[in-house]
């Protein structure tokens, strides 16, 4: 029990009252006194009071009215009624029913007074230590499942810091690499307050490097305001010793002896950074691996003009399986679209092999509807359990003559003098046995501009396939001079601020 509690002794009489302080204060309390209820009532709340001993009869308010006004406002304040009239069984039932911890009928021994005192605390001061533990273990599981629904690392150290300042009702900041290197903290100055990033390297000398604590000056920790006239206490944690430890920083003052929450906050923050980072580096090989195996540079051709923009999905999703072709053979242009179903590495890698046969095919001579053919028994001998559309065709520069085959890709869209056409041709996709249909010939009119793109374009949670593809025409009925700020256009009204999936798309024009 802690001997510097305050308690406030509430007693109309002067005699009295000078007894009951002079016991507590001799036994190590801090004492304060009123005289009436309503002056009880005040001071409650206001100052820093531990215990109330209070007389049942008062000259303004009857002393089971103020316990019970007490107890209303501050659950966990106790109350010891003392009284030297009001000393029957029924007096003392009201007065314990009502709310009171305890119930001295005078004469009162000092001992006794003491005595009752410090176990009614011991009783409070276990409930407020179990009911905060409580509160921090609720906190830690709430931070647990935020940190480990971030959609990115900086997102999850913002939400980690503001779950360290919820927690420990303090300042908080957490501190990690991300897989790249780069050194962030997530900060936040207090409970409910916005928690942001910044830039910051750890001086690791001193520093803990395993599932350890240690108390540190707030100086080498600058990026809040730290309480004044405290240290701070540093949990470092970290799942793997070729990586950098995670540092979870608050003010020393808010810890126990042991600090249980905090080394366990630390470690469910370093199991979500490790996953974060995992993720991330999965995603940069897989872009990196997409980017070398689309075409380096687009072809020159005299009479056509071309345009290519292509978005790999944002760092929140995995990355998918999307590409383009365009290259001249035999004095004819091979454009092809595809799109292998499924967000992965393994995506991407199937997407390689399907780009280099449907290449290897066209440097044959065959036709679009006996290379996706071919493409597709490929796919069916070697690659049984994958999925992908394709939209091939060859174009005759001088005359426009275009010979398209689609395998359950979607429709290419043909824009003249303002209007938008779809070119529909029904085949099923890669990856099926089903009888294909015939290729499509038509010719490409001067002036007219063909858009081929993938699903990530104009497919959304919240709108039909019709919706999306509607969207893109009424977009592309301006068709702008130039062909790279049209397709960009295309991306900024019909895309989202965070892509979700993969998008290509080719523009083609005929002068």
Known sequence: MDGAATVLVVDDSRTKRYLLVNWLTRAGF????????????DRVGVEPIELVVLDVRLPDLSGFEVCERIKLAHPALPVIHVSAHAVDTTDRTQGLTRGADAYL???????????????????????????LLAERLTGLADTTVAVHAA?????????????????????AAVVAETFDGDCI?????????????VPWIVDDTGVPTGATVVVQEPADWSLVDWP??????????????????????VPTATQ??????????????????????????????????????????IPQITGLDLAVRYEPASAQTEVGGDFYELVMLDGHLLLAIGDVAGHSLHAATVMAELRHALRA???????????????NELMRTLLPTELATICVLLLEPTTGHIRLASAGHLPPLIVQDGKAE??????????????????????????ATMVFYTDGLIERRDATIDEGLTALATCSARVDDDLDRFCERLLVELAPDEIQDDVAVVALRRR
């Open 30 to 41: 801090t004492v304060l006194e009123a005289e009436t209820g309503g002056e009880a009532l």
């Open 105 to 131: 009928a005078e004469p009162i021994e000092p001992e006794e007074l003491v005595a009752t005192a410090q176990s009614v605390l011991r009783y409070y001061q276990a409930r407020r230590r179990a009911e």
């Open 151 to 171: 959609p990115s690392f900086t997102r999850l150290l913002q939400a980690a810091a503001a779950g360290a300042a919820e927690i420990f009702k303090s300042p």
């Open 185 to 197: 903290a997530g900060v936040c100055a207090g409970p409910g307050a916005e928690a942001r990033v």
């Open 228 to 249: 004044a006239d405290d240290t701070v206490t540093v949990a470092a944690a970290r799942l793997r010793e070729d990586r950098a430890p995670l540092y979870v920083v």
């Open 256 to 297: 126990t002896a042991r600090t249980p929450v905090l080394v366990q906050l630390a470690q469910a923050v370093a199991s979500a950074v490790e996953a974060q980072r995992s993720f991330d580096e999965e995603h940069r090989i897989a872009v990196t691996l997409q980017r070398s195996l689309l075409p380096r540079q």
């Open 361 to 375: 095919y066209a440097v044959e001579g065959h036709q679009p509807g006996e290379i996706l053919h071919r493409v």
């Open 422 to 447: 779809y070119v529909h041709h029904a085949a099923p996709l890669l990856g099926v046995r089903a009888p294909r249909p015939a290729d499509l010939e038509f010719v490409l009119p001067a002036g």
